[in-house]
Nanobody, 126 residues
Framework: VQLQASGGGLVQAGGSLRLSCAAS????????IGWFRQAPGKEREFVAG????????NYADAVKGRFTISRDNAKNTFYLQMNSLKPEDTAVYYC????????????????????WGQGTQVTVSS
């Protein structure tokens, strides 16, 4: 699976962005998906995840109620809708995938993912 993230940019606090991650490869539809972010001087952290069936999602506490993860297996693309953005959301955002036989599993740690996108910068100004 190869991943290509896009959609980052500069936005004012309270604004919205939608990140996209286009995937190639036959195993995408059976892959658990995740979004992570890494701010300068900090470790990469889990943001949101979705099972390959799309039936289960998981969010970091910091983004619950503001971010929504979704996927479109027909388009081999998944998304992260980010609303009510805050300056502390500023980071490079990475999409990740891992094939899974379990339709409902979501991985929340970076080392569980086999494939990574190149990252897209999100900057939220105050």
């Amino acid at each position: 699976v190869q991943l290509q993230a896009s959609g980052g940019g500069l936005v004012q606090a309270g604004g919205s962005l939608r990140l996209s991650c286009a995937a190639s490869g036959r195993t995408f539809s059976t892959s658990a998906i995740g979004w992570f972010r890494q701010a300068p001087g900090k470790e990469r952290e889990f943001v949101a995840g979705i099972s390959w069936s799309g039936g289960s999602t998981n969010y970091a506490d910091a983004v619950k109620g503001r971010f929504t993860i979704s996927r479109d297996n027909a388009k081999n693309t998944f998304y992260l809708q980010m609303n009510s953005l805050k300056p502390e959301d500023t980071a490079v955002y990475y999409c990740a995938a891992r094939q899974s036989l379990n339709t409902g599993v979501i991985f929340t740690t970076a080392n569980r993912y086999a494939y990574w996108g190149q990252g897209t910068q999100v900057t939220v100004s105050s």
